[in-house]
Structures are given as C-alpha cells and as structure tokens.
C-alpha cells in the first residue's frame, strides 16, 4: 500500500514557504490562494512562535474559507517545528485533509527565521525559499541550505529595489549561479508576470507530484547555532538536535 502511494500519491502535495521574519511568505501565500483558490482545493497552515498573528492575516485578507487557515503556535523558534519535531504541524495537515478530503494543496508557513531554517522532507513535499531586496542584494552570497537547495527560491518585492538601492536582476542571477541553474524567481505583488511564474512553477511541481515524478528533496539541516538564552542547537546529523 505505500508503495501505491509513492507512485501515485493520492494526498495532497504539502508546500513549505521558508525563510527571514518579513521577506513576505504570508503576502505570497495569500497570493497563491487568490491566483489558484478557483482552480485548486487549498488549505493553509501558518507557524508563529506565539500567536497566530498570520493566520489571522490571512483569513481577513479574505483569501480561503476561514476554516481552512489553521495556526500552529510553535511556542519554540520556528524551525524546531518544521524540521526537528514536526508532530505539531503533520496533525494540522492531517485534520484538514481530513476535514476537507479533497484537498489538494497545503501551503505550510514557517516562522520567520534564520537563512538556515529549512524543512523536513518529512513534513513537506517541496519548499520554497523566499529573501527580499530589502534584506540586502548580498544576501544570496551569504548562502544557506534554503538558498542553495530548496525547491524554488524567490527574490521578493523587487518593485522596492530601486529605493533601497539593490539590483534584483543581478540577485537572481547570483541565486542561479549559487543552485546551479536551479529555478529563482524575482518577485513582485505588484508585477503580474512574476506571479504568474510563481503560479505556473507550482502548477508544474504538482503535475510532477501527482505523476509520481516529484521527489521531496532534503535541503540540508540547520547549521549549529545558539540563543540569547544559552540554548544551543548543534545538528551533528538531520536527526540530532540537543538543546
Ligand atoms: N513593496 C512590497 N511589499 C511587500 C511585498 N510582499 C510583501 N510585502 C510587505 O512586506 C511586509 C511583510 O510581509 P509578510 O507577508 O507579512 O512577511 P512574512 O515573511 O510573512 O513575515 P513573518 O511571518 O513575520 O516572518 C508586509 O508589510 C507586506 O505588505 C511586495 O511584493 N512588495
Ligand atoms: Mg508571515
């Protein structure tokens, strides 16, 4: 039976959305849900560490039905919940794919975290990356497992580019050269050819997905790194974590 499932899977694909606090992963989720809400049965599950500020968002942005917005509320940094102890969220999806058997995409938010934070293959079928201009035109350069290997990484709010003087073409390429021609997209809300590259990439991973075609990829795991409170996480392996 889970090999049926393997060649055909039958769920629905599970899409996880990484990376720094304010890069606009809950703006670009709302997207999705806007551009792909008549064609496709979505559900959303947002992750904050103590509210659930971005579900609450969302649903007011009026994007989905509001029960299909559901808040994880981490109470820990947001990657421990979707790479080191994912019982949390894989329940959220479960209960909504159970409460919505035809379901046929999740979007998963992660807390906005660090350039490290990625997914676990476990919890996600694929992931997208997502930086901003804002955040400085080198930060591709600083790399990361997310940068380098996720799915699809995004440059976003390239309409800010010019004010905060950064080149977003010259971004993206530096995120090709930095995944070895791996898919970048420079991202603007406010540019509809760049949402509709965005809705076109998904589109294409769920067709693969459905065909069997698609294989959720590992990132990487965190690099070791400690907090303002003393504990540290150091990740020998995917799988070891100590606090
Ligand atoms: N100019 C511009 N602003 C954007 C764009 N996308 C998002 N924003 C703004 O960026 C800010 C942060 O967006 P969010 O979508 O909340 O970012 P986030 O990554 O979900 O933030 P956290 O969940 O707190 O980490 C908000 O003020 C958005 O309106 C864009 O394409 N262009
Ligand atoms: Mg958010």
């Known amino acids: 039976m889970p090999d049926i499932m393997l060649e055909n899977p039958s769920r629905a694909m599970r899409l996880g959305v990484a990376g720094p606090v304010g890069t606009g992963k809950s703006s670009l989720i709302g997207l999705l849900c806007r551009e792909l809400g008549t064609q496709l049965d979505l559900g959303v599950i947002t992750n904050d560490i103590y509210t659930d500020e971005d579900a609450r968002m969302l649903r007011a942005a009026g994007v989905l039905d509001a029960d299909r917005i559901r808040a994880v509320e981490t109470g820990a940094c947001p990657h421990t919940a979707i790479r080191d102890d994912i019982t949390a969220n894989a329940t959220a999806v479960e209960d909504l794919e159970s409460d919505y058997p035809g379901m046929e995409l999740v979007l998963i938010e992660s807390g906005g975290d660090n350039l490290t934070a990625t997914f676990s293959p476990a919890l996600v079928d694929a992931q ?116």
């Open 128 to 243: 997208i990356f997502v930086l901003d201009v804002a955040g400085g035109g080198d930060v591709v350069r600083k790399g990361g497992p997310g940068i380098a290997r996720a799915d699809m990484l995004i440059v976003n709010k390239t309409d800010l580019a010019p004010f905060v003087g950064v080149d977003a073409h010259l971004m993206r390429r530096e995120g090709e050269v930095a995944r070895d021609g791996q898919p970048v997209i420079a991202l603007s809300r406010n540019d509809p050819a760049s949402v509709q590259s965005l809705t076109d990439w998904v589109l294409t991973t769920l067709a693969a997905y459905r065909a069997g075609d698609h294989q959720a990829i590992d990132p990487g795991p965190m690099a070791p790194h400690s907090h303002a409170d003393g504990t540290t996480h150091e990740h020998a392996s995917a799988g070891a974590h100590s606090h």
